[in-house]
């Protein structure tokens, strides 16, 4: 909303066509106010007009960017990217070719507009790796460009000395393609002479600047820019500009455009050459016939060159100090003077430069050129200078002029045409009206027949003596009559005294202004020659791209006929131009200088008005106006004023166009002032506009009252009904949760009571069924169902039936805790019963002679643990296998209990002999181990008692009874190595025979019965004792000592 009203704003209106009065004076103040605030832009029409601000301003930001993508052209502030945007949308949607003609003097802002265009392009336009690097070779284009062909100037740091049309080619996505460039009209003059205070291409100082010691040297230059003729010879550097950056710049642009590294080398080379040719000086001598003729002064750098170029220095040098002249087909080879030598030496280098810069152009359009046969739309970014009058104007401002005014007839012809066009669509009456059309001017020029182009070239071919007098000459008789043109002459055949008008000048009017033009060097610039040794020596040189831009020099090839004149080619170039300009839909962005100084903020009027002048901007609102000054769509016109009628706001059920008629006829404007189109509205004057805009934000402000308190009061209806709806909605929760709570309490109350009363019938209820041993009925019945669950429990889980498992599980309560002990002795004596039911015989006989064993010694002699592993076998003797026993055998008969070999103690000395011990179920046999003859034969009744010591040995003393025959040497005292099992089995024997224990002694102290009385036998546990068994010593006759280990 504010920027549209910014557009409608009377006393600054972004629209110049809305200007009321439309005066030069109304136009330059709207235009200072505007550039005062910063808006650097202006429309008239959809013809933006953009004032150099020469500060950086903070409107070309990415998010700017964002704003200007598909607006609404008129719904925001006047700016650059409204105008692209609108070019790329008419491009991509209604599929018409755009061109954006940028135009205004130097220093006035076109190359950095053209700039923003091509940035906003890239930057609305889609993405991808393939489109990013398109755009960016584009864009890339404009550093290499620039540094050859952008110059300090006074007027401007980086003043671009060439026109430049490029078109930016589109693939019906909207997505960049490529491109293709063309230049106009390098201002080649400048190699070779710049004014005070300017500088050559920016190209020479960027090399010198910022080339590396080794580039240099390969190109045999000096860092020096005071060194070369063709540079400044004051200091070179320019604030805010770093040379070498930008040189650095410059060759990555390359890289990215596609150049190679010998291709930059190559044109690195060419301009070297340029450079050093400014060096090579010329002096004068004289021929032997007389005639002053010229040489090289100082070889060096003309063999530098030559080294540079691969060409014999010679042939260079020849091609400059002379020149064949083809008299009668005979070539003589005449000496040029020394002012002819620099002649030739700069056109040269101009040539060189010019050719070079085409050749750039070409080659950065190799790179960035569609390939054929895709379908494309184009947009066409054109910058090119505007028009020019100075003090002095010369052939290039002639042709810089006649360029500018074919563009104003593009712009006339087709802004007219457009709008006629609208007229005839929209089906309203239209009346043609008075314009300027400045086809006469262009004819004036450009006439092939009688134009003062076709003049300046007949004067250029013609034979005999050729000067800018005889040309002037031809205008002025040409163009006598002529309303648009004037001389000295002509005003003089006039009666016209006009002081301004110098000799030798012509002027022209041109819808700019009038332009006074001095004709010396028209010819001159207009030849443009090179004379041919010096095009040829190029050809002939080895260095390829300097070779490939003189196709001229090759001899094969040479004509006679003359190149094309410079007039002729740019006119050539502008019909291209135009004709390309027709085939698309223009877009003007004209620039303003505002001035001189370059200073942000300072606006100068007369400047202004002057370039206001030359732009015509006066005539691009008129022609604007020339119909309605404004128009709109009935739907857009519709909803901007609806609110001016009852009938039509807040909405409006008909179509739209009823609509905005309704509207309209509410209000008193005369009926002249208004055309209904088919579907737009036209108002013809500002006046008519303005009012309407004052009533509607009139109508606006009592609107948004209303709406501010229809708002506020539906604010304040809607809180008070939510505060109502919370505060009901809360007391209903409380009120609720407050009721709930209490319910619950009773409910818990209620509950209790009926349990307690409930309990207190049922006791009163079965009080009589009770008796007073219920309870330990009730506890027997508990504790039998306990003592049945846990027996039964047991039953269930068993502990296992090894005879070693002792486990048994605990009890499950205090009072079952005896019965389960005695439980578990029962089980366990009872799996013993059952381990023992399973026994052998032999096996278990033996087990029972270990328990016989165990009772007899356990815990009472400390040979019994030792015995424990070792099984009674018995039989040690193997008295059936041996025959040698068999007497033996014969006595055992079949009673045999254990045969083995003991030691037998001498009773007398203690010594110990080995015998032969067999018991069997009535005697024990001790025999001869070597007769194998039983010695001794005791009954066992005869056997008294036994005696074995406390220790670990096999000592024993056998005590007879003193009525026994066997035993009248007296006891035995026996050692045996199965002592355990030896006295085990006489117990068991006597149990089993006889039916009485074996007296059984374990002592260390005992009495012992000989024949020779008795003997008292202490044992004593003693180191001494052997091994092998105890040792026994007699100590007198009643003693004896037993040593046992
Ligand atoms: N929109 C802008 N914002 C800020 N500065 C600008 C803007 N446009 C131009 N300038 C300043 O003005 C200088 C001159 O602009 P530019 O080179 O575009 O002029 P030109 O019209 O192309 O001149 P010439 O005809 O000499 O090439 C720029 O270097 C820049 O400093
Ligand atoms: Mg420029």
């Known amino acids: 909303m504010e920027t549209t009203t910014s557009l409608l704003d009377a006393a600054a209106a972004g629209d110049l066509v809305l200007l009321d009065p439309l005066t030069e004076q109304s136009l330059l103040q709207t235009l200072q106010e505007r550039f005062h605030r910063g808006d650097i832009y202006t429309y008239i029409g959809n013809v933006l007009i953009s004032v150099n601000p020469y500060r950086p301003l903070p409107i070309y930001t990415p998010e700017k960017v964002q704003e200007y993508h598909n607006c609404n052209f008129f719904a925001v502030k006047p700016h650059i990217y409204a105008i692209a945007d609108d070019a790329y949308h008419s491009l991509c949607d209604r599929d018409r070719d755009q061109c954006i003609l940028i135009t205004g003097e130097s220093g006035a802002g076109k190359t950095e507009a053209s700039k923003l265009v091509m940035s906003y392009v890239a930057a609305v336009s889609s993405k991808g790796e393939e489109v990013d690097k398109v755009k960016e070779q584009l864009l890339q284009s404009n550093p290499v460009l620039e540094a050859f062909g952008n110059a300090k100037t006074i007027r401007n740091d980086n003043s671009s000395r060439f026109g430049k049309y490029m078109d930016v080619e589109f693939d019906f996505k909207g997505e960049p393609l490529g491109g293709v460039i063309s230049n106009y009209l390098l201002e080649k003059s400048r190699i070779v002479r710049h004014v005070k205070g300017e500088r050559n291409f920016h190209i020479f100082y960027q090399l010198l600047a910022g080339g590396s010691a080794q ?96 060409l014999d220095p010679s042939v260079l040098e020849r091609a400059l100090c002379s020149r064949t002249v083809k008299a009668r087909d005979e070539a003589v080879l005449t000496a040029l003077s020394v002012p002819q030598g620099y002649y030739g030496r700069d056109a040269l280098a101009k040539n060189i430069y010019s050719r070079l810069f085409d050749w750039l152009v070409n080659r950065i359009n190799t790179s960035i050129q569609v390939k054929p046969g895709e379908q494309r739309k184009v947009m066409g970014v054109l910058d090119i200078y505007g028009f020019e009058i100075f003090q002095d104007n010369g052939f290039e401002q002639f042709i810089i002029n006649y360029c500018n005014e074919k563009l ?77 043109y004037e001389s000295k002459e002509t ?77 002729y080619q740019f006119k050539a170039s502008v019909a291209t131009l135009m004709k390309n300009l027709y085939s698309k839909n223009p877009n003007y962005i004209r620039c303003i200088k505002p001035n001189e100084t370059k200073a942000a903020m300072l606006f100068t009027p007369e400047l202004v008005l002057a370039q206001v002048r030359y732009l015509g901007l006066m005539e691009n609102v008129r022609v604007r106006r020339a119909g309605y000054a404004f128009r709109q769509l009935y739907g857009a016109f519709l909803s901007r004023y609806k609110m001016l009628s009852a009938r039509t706001w807040p909405r409006w059920a008909g179509s739209d166009r009823d609509g905005a008629e309704q509207v309209l006829a509410e ?150 805790a005896d019965a389960n002990q005695e439980l578990r002795s029962i089980f366990y004596r009872w799996k013993c019963k059952k381990y023992r039911e399973q026994l052998p015989p032999q096996r278990r006989a033996l087990l029972q002679a270990k328990l016989c064993a165990s009772e007899l010694f356990k815990d009472k002699k400390s040979l019994y643990p030792k015995s424990l592993p070792q099984p009674f076998q018995g039989e040690y003797l193997g008295l059936t296998q041996n025959p040698k026993y068999q007497k033996l055998n014969a006595v055992a008969k079949d009673k045999l209990v254990m045969a083995d070999t003991v030691q037998k103690v001498n009773r007398a000395s203690g010594k110990t002999v080995p015998r032969l011990l067999l018991l069997t179920k009535e005697h024990l046999v001790l025999a001869d181990p070597k007769a194998a003859q039983p010695k001794t034969v005791l009954s066992l009744g005869d056997i008294r008692s036994v005696t074995v010591t406390r220790f670990s040995d096999g000592f024993l003393a056998l005590h007879l009874k003193e009525t026994s025959t066997g035993g009248t040497k007296g006891d035995f005292l026996l050692v045996s190595s199965h002592l355990i099992e030896l006295v085990t089995r006489l117990h068991q024997t006597l149990m089993d025979t006889r039916a009485q224990a074996l007296p059984l002694h374990i002592t260390d102290q005992f009495s012992t019965r000989f024949q020779k009385g008795d003997v008292a036998v202490t044992v004593v546990e003693s180191p001494k004792a052997s091994s092998d068994g105890p040792v026994c010593k007699k100590r007198g006759s009643h003693k004896m000592e037993v040593l046992v280990h």
């Open 215 to 310: 580039l240099l040297q390969q190109l045999k230059l000096r860092q020096d820019c005071r060194h070369y003729g063709y540079l400044n010879h004051e200091s070179s550097a320019l604030s805010g500009m770093d040379d070498a950056a930008n040189f650095h710049a410059m060759q990555d642009a390359m890289r990215v455009i596609g150049f190679s590294p010998a291709e930059v080398t190559a044109l690195l080379e060419v301009t070297a050459v340029v450079l050093k040719l400014g060096n090579v000086q010329l002096s004068s001598s004289f021929q032997a016939s007389g005639m002053e003729s010229c040489s090289i002064a100082e070889p060096r750098e003309l063999q530098e060159i030559c080294e540079l170029i691969g």
């Open 408 to 484: 104003q007839q593009i712009f006339i012809l087709l802004t007219l045409k457009e709008e006629q066009e609208e007229y005839v669509r929209e089906g309203i009456q239209w009346t043609p009206v008075e314009f300027f059309d400045n086809s006469i001017i262009c004819n004036l020029i450009e006439n092939s027949t009688g134009g003062i182009l076709a003049m300046l070239d007949e004067e250029c071919l013609r034979p005999g003596v050729v000067n800018e007098d005889t040309f002037l000459a031809k205008l002025n008789q040409l163009f006598a009559t002529h309303k648009r």
């Open 491 to 567: 005003q003089s055949a006039r009666h016209i005294m006009d002081a301004s008008l110098p000799p030798r000048c012509f002027r022209i009017h041109h819808y700019a202004g009038k332009v006074t033009y001095n004709v010396t060097g028209f010819i001159e610039k207009n030849n443009d020659l090179l004379f041919r040794d010096l095009s040829q020596a190029m050809w002939a040189a080895r260095h390829t791209l300097l070779r490939s831009l003189f196709p001229e020099g090759d001899p094969q090839k040479a004509s006679l006929k003359l190149p094309p004149t410079a007039g």
């Open 667 to 816: 209000l008193p404007i005369p009926a002249e002032e208004l055309a209904f189109g088919h579907t737009k509205v036209f108002i013809r004057s500002p006046r008519t506009l303005f009012d309407l805009e004052r009533r509607r934000q009139e109508r606006v402000a009592q609107l948004a009252t209303l709406i501010q308190k229809m708002f506020r009061g539906w604010r304040c209806r809607t809180q008070y009904q939510l505060m109502r709806k919370s505060q009901i909605l809360i007391s209903a929760w409380f009120r609720g949760h407050q009721q709930k709570n209490k319910y619950k309490q009773m409910k818990r109350s209620a509950l209790l009571i009926q349990a307690y009363a409930r309990g207190w019938k049922v006791r009163r209820a079965y009080r009589r069924y009770f008796r007073s041993g219920a309870s330990a009925c009730l506890s027997n019945f508990i504790y039998r169902r306990l003592v049945q669950k846990f027996l039964v429990g047991l039953g269930q889980n068993l502990p296992p039936l090894a005879v070693l498992d002792r486990t048994w599980p605990p009890a499950p309560y205090k009072f079952l």
